[in-house]
């Protein structure tokens, strides 16, 4: 199995910048790609932002431009480098992954969760 866990999140004005941070963990495991959603109240949750294990991204229209994905593989951390946050990039923050564990296949993993609220 493979756990994530999520940092960063908090509260932070319009404008402003915050860095979510995703450790993976767990044995027998290769982690392919990960990536970042995010679910507002009352809202689906969706994709922000998408990373594969060579470095390819992919990004939702919404934050193209201010927010960038990385990775570490050595490290098995995801970050989220968020910067110009507006008030519609409040909401749960959420890491995943997809990872193939020795003995059960591959599968998507997900965190607990950080909450980003942007005020106005």
């Known amino acids: 199995q493979v756990q994530l866990v999520e940092s960063g999140g908090g509260l932070v004005q319009a404008g402003g910048s915050l860095r979510l941070s995703c450790v993976a963990s767990?044995?027998?495991?290769?982690?392919?790609?990960m990536g970042w959603y995010r679910q507002a109240p009352g809202k689906q949750r969706e994709l922000v932002a998408v990373i594969t294990r060579r470095g390819n991204t992919n990004y939702a229209d919404s934050v193209k431009g201010r927010f960038t994905i990385s990775r570490d593989n050595a490290k098995n951390t995801v970050y989220l480098q968020m910067v110009s946050l507006k008030p519609e990039d409040t909401a749960v923050y959420y890491c995943n992954c997809n990872a193939f564990v020795y003995g059960t296949g591959a599968r998507d993993y997900w965190g607990q969760g950080t909450q980003v609220t942007v005020s106005s």
């Open positions: 767990g044995t027998s495991a290769v982690i392919n790609g």
